[in-house]
Structures are given as structure tokens and as C-alpha cells.
């Protein structure tokens, strides 16, 4: 998706309206996925090309998309209503990672979208 955004500023305007186009139709899934994890906190991304992704340290071999890091977030709750400690765990599950934010979408942006959640070092 950057590198078709980053031809979208073509002086010809056919070019530019023959990218922009294709743009709209390659982000729709993008956009879907941005849309779930904002409005439900749900991660739905079985490629790996959002820029949130389940933290690789908790993955588990069951294919359920539930299923890293879901066993113990139950356990994060204490008898007191201790919402610290589902924050905490919330945070470990996810984590920002920061080569996947595409072009068109601000690095600060992206990052309050990801809300608080561990970030993963560029490789």
C-alpha cells in the first residue's frame, strides 16, 4: 500500500486517478482490520500485515485466533476489580510494530492506535 500511495502524487492525471483506484481497492482489507481493532479490540490479521500484531513471544501452536495469550487474561483480574492487572496483560498480548505502518498513516497516529502496547524493534 505505501508504495502505491507514493505514486498517487503523479502529475498525469490519469496516472494519478488509475493509482488512486487501485489504492482504494488494495486498503479495503487494511482499512477493515484498522476498523476492528478500533471500534472492538478485535485483531483479525491472518497475514501479519497490520501494524498491531499478537506478540510472537505468546503465540501458541493452537490456530485458534483467540488462542495466544487468551488462557491467563482471566487471571489478570483480581478479586478487587483490579483493572491494573487486565491492563497490564493487555499490554503484553499486543505489541506495535512499527516497520508495518503503511505511508500514508502518521507514525504518531498509529501508535495511539495501538494503545499502550509493548514496541517491537525494527529488524
Do not use: C
Not at 45 to 67: G, H, I, K, M, R
Not at 75 to 80: A, E, H, K, P, S
Amino acid at each position: 500500500m505505501s508504495k502505491i500511495h507514493s505514486r498517487t502524487k503523479h502529475g498525469d492525471p490519469f496516472a494519478r486517478q488509475f493509482t488512486n483506484q487501485i489504492l482504494e481497492e488494495v486498503s479495503k482489507p487494511f482499512f477493515h482490520t484498522l476498523q476492528r481493532w478500533i471500534i472492538s479490540g478485535e485483531l483479525h490479521d491472518p497475514f501479519n500485515e497490520f501494524f498491531v500484531q499478537v506478540n510472537p513471544d505468546l503465540a501458541t501452536d493452537d490456530p485458534s485466533p483467540y488462542a495466544a495469550g487468551d488462557a491467563g487474561f482471566e487471571q489478570g483480574f483480581d478479586m478487587g476489580g483490579g483493572v491494573a492487572d487486565s491492563h497490564h496483560i493487555w499490554e503484553k498480548k499486543y505489541v506495535f510494530v512499527k516497520g508495518m505502518v503503511p505511508g500514508f498513516i502518521n507514525e504518531d497516529f498509529a501508535k495511539k492506535v495501538s494503545y499502550l502496547i509493548r514496541v517491537v524493534p525494527d529488524s
